[in-house]
């Protein structure tokens, strides 16, 4: 979907991840903004230097008195003004169309064609005070363990909602974080990667007295120890992972 550099650029077929994407995006701030910063420190100093009282008359440079008022700048110089103006338009708009673009990227997640035909589960995720509720589309619900397969192309959408007052649902490893709203739902995405892995899920809006205590656990499974799990969950509709 979107042309990167090929330094910045996965292994083919790998799905990026939200966490791949914002620390691409804080990687390539930290370049810009140290190359921006570097320019400008030194051609201050350049020009603090160039331009310093030596209390002789310097060739052909006019510098203004103690309370002379600068009359403005014309020819050269206002030339320069409008070319570093310009740069800093250019460098800050590709900046925003940049970012942008990538985070509608998160926004989505991986079209169908960047997914294996099974390897996307929707699960419902409802907030409440204090937990977190997970339903599988069997119908099968998890109170406070989220268990998925394990895959870099199998996403699991969180389809996140809440039952009483907002909470946020957060996971700081993934780089996965959505609100939790009564009435609304909003939705986030993630691959779970290697088996056996474990993350922790948090309440990211404050929500009552037990918010620090509602933390749930992402458990990531095998595939065939996933489905195993799964079937002999008491769905209507087992053994599907697609809903
Ligand atoms: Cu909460």
Redesign the pocket.
Known sequence: MIEMPALLQQTPGQIRTQGDIFSEIFLVFLVIGTIVGVVVVLYTLHHGYKYRDTGEESDGFDAPQLGELPTGQSGGKSKKLFLSFGLSAIIVISVVVYSYTLLLYVEAGPTEEEIEPEGNMDIDVT????GWEFEYPNGHTETNTLRVPAGEEQVIRLHVT?DD????FGVTELRIKAD?IPGQTSTTWFTAGEAGEEYLIE??????V??SQ?VGTIEVMEPDEFDEWYEGTNGEDNGEDDS
């Open positions: 907030g409440y005070q204090f809440s007052v907002w909470h946020t939790s309440c990211f809006e404050l929500c009552g037990a918010h509602m």
